[in-house]
């Protein structure tokens, strides 16, 4: 294993920010995280590049813990590196900040200068390397911080968000810059986005960060409060189009959802159980391929709520579904989780 | 109306012949702020960035003391430094008072706040992201400070600049312990308050002349760096 986390917590004043039981990433591997904002996503990341102490916990690089003294930290993170969600540049030329990390490693000038190259037109800006750091668009800073990472060819590389911000070629040549330093050096890739299809294309792992806990492979569908008593020991909350969705259990009003992608079947011939409780009406936006279970992915959206449905392509082809399509979606009380 | 353009013409043609006893005075003005500015830079830089930079306790308390003595007159570090050079004062036997190194002394003090001050603000403006990039990319402690330092350069040196201009101006420090002596601690300050006090304005409009040109130059010189940052 190349990253081991046990009993990891990090909290600020009395916020409990991250608390992860246990965690392990496997060298050359690539894991998503998801996670809606203020999951703690991007504290993990800080703590695995080795720039954030956790409160609590032991966190083993290569088998050894951490030990949190500059003189130990400094060597490892020169293997483990992160590309910010809104990185920075130097106020230098494009050049000089690709040189930064090469010149500290003592690499060779000439070296130093067949890797910039190399790196920039890894992310297709071959034509900026005098260029102000200032002058670049978003995009292209974050291309630039992309690959003065890569040129460095860490053991690890940590992405947090790193196409939220940029249009979709940059996002394209950010995806295929960092595949490529997996498949070049077997580097470790960790990424945190959004980006749900990305992420179940190229990742072998997806983890699910909620409220700074793992609450499963990423694919969840969660849905917040608030939540009504019902009959039946029910509870009811009403989604944006109308419909009411009912599940048994409840803790609270404010209590979250989590319901297995598995446990939902797609029924294009609408079969309704007698109470007619666990019944939801849709459309297909999406049929993703996941690279990890070579199962597809079916995002439904009910209203403008995705919902997320995990078939083998022999269901698909059975019910015959693609995007457009409407579908009743049937779902199981029995694996709500709550939160 | 008359007093003063005669006295401009005159400063004119002063300023012009290189009046012997004037450029005595701007030289002596020159070195005393020139090293004053020199020595605070030395130790107010690095004060400024290490209170900036690290986190101890006691740092809000630090800034808020330096912060305090930005407003210091100057008469009272006069006060201050003559209760220690004096003949009765415990460096008395160093006999300093009444000489340039008095007045070098003085100055540095009064504006070793000014550069630690604006110091700590410039590099506390610094985007914590900067430290964080450096870091990630490998950076020890020492080369992530230059990072950040270099990144704040621009603010340091107006620190600098705006801690000369203080130096060039004053007067109470540089007649308390230079005692304004013709030819040996006459500053242009010093110089402009005697001939005030003797009614002659000529040399006092000439030397305010030069005082100008000079501040004018230093700032032509800043914004000379600020574009070459820029660009």
Redesign the interface.
């Given at each position: 294993m190349l990253f081991n986390i046990s009993d990891l917590t990090k909290r600020y004043s009395d916020r409990t920010i991250l608390d992860i039981p246990a965690l392990s990433f496997k060298k050359g591997a690539i894991y998503g995280l998801q996670g809606p904002n203020g999951a703690g996503k991007t504290t993990l990341l800080n703590i695995l590049?080795l720039?954030e102490i956790p409160t609590s916990g032991i966190v083993s690089y290569k088998s050894e813990p951490v030990q949190y003294s500059?003189p130990s930290l400094?060597p490892l993170?020169?293997e483990v590196?992160?590309v910010?969600q809104?990185?920075?540049?130097?106020?230098t030329t494009v050049f000089n900040n690709m040189e930064?990390?090469l010149k500290?490693?003592r690499i060779e000038k000439e070296e130093r200068k067949r890797r910039i190259l190399k790196g920039l037109e890894m992310v297709g800006m071959e034509d900026f390397a005098q260029l102000?750091a200032y002058q670049l668009s978003g995009g292209e800073t974050q291309r630039v911080?992309l690959a003065?990472?890569l040129i460095?060819k860490p053991e690890v590389l940590l992405l947090d968000e790193p196409t939220a911000n940029v249009d979709a070629a940059s996002a394209r040549q950010i995806k295929d810059a960092s595949l490529m330093a997996r498949r070049e050096w077997g580097t470790t890739l960790i990424i945190a986005s959004h980006d749900r299809d990305w992420l179940y294309e190229v990742c072998d792992e997806v983890m699910h960060l909620f409220r700074g806990r793992l609450i499963g492979a990423g694919e969840e569908n969660v849905i917040f409060g608030p939540w009504h008593s019902h009959k039946d020991s029910l509870w009811e909350r009403k989604l944006p189009d109308g419909q009411r969705i009912y599940l048994p259990g409840a803790p609270g009003p404010d209590a979250v959802a989590l319901i297995e992608p598995t446990s939902i079947t797609p029924l294009t011939e609408t079969k309704r159980d007698a109470s007619g409780a666990n019944i939801l009406e849709g459309i297909v936006s999406r049929l993703t391929l996941e690279k990890m279970s070579a199962k597809i992915v079916a995002t439904i959206l009910i209203g403008n709520l995705p919902f997320t449905v995990k078939l083998s392509t022999q269901k698909i082809r059975q019910e015959n579904l693609y995007p457009g399509r409407r579908v009743t979606l049937h779902y199981s009380h029995n694996s709500v989780k709550w939160l | 109306m008359n007093l003063l353009i005669d006295s401009f013409i005159s400063a004119i043609s002063l300023v012009i012949s290189m009046d012997k006893e004037m450029i005595n005075i701007v030289t002596v003005s020159l070195k005393v702020s020139g090293y004053s500015t020199l020595f605070a830079s030395l130790l107010g830089i690095p004060i400024g960035f290490l209170v900036a930079f690290e986190s101890f306790p006691g740092k809000r308390f630090m800034i808020t003391c330096l912060n305090t003595l930005l407003a210091v007159p100057t008469v009272v570090i006069g006060l201050f430094v003559y209760a220690f050079i004096s003949r009765r004062g415990v460096l008395g036997f160093f006999d300093l008072l009444y000489t340039q190194k008095a007045i070098v002394i003085g100055q540095t003090l009064l504006i070793l706040p000014v550069v630690a001050a604006f110091t700590i603000a410039a590099i506390s403006r610094i985007?914590q992201?900067?430290r964080?990039?450096?870091?990630?990319?490998?950076?020890?402690?020492l080369?992530t400070a230059f990072?950040i330092f270099?990144?704040a350069r621009y603010g340091v040196v107006a620190a600098v600049i705006a801690a000369y201009g203080r130096v060039i101006s004053e007067v109470g420090i540089s007649m308390m312990l230079g005692g304004n002596i013709r030819s040996f601690t006459r500053t242009m300050t010093t110089a402009m308050a005697l001939e005030y006090d003797k009614g002659t304005f000529t040399l006092a409009v000439a030397l305010g002349m030069v005082l100008l040109g000079l501040s004018f130059g230093m700032n032509l010189l800043f914004h000379l760096f600020q574009g070459r940052?820029r660009?």
């Open positions: 590049a720039l500059e400094q993170r020169k590196v992160l910010d809104l990185p920075l540049l130097f106020t930064f990390g500290i490693r102000p911080a003065s990472r460095l | 985007d992201r900067y964080k990039t450096a870091m990630t990319l490998g950076a020890n402690r080369q990072v270099r990144e940052v660009s």
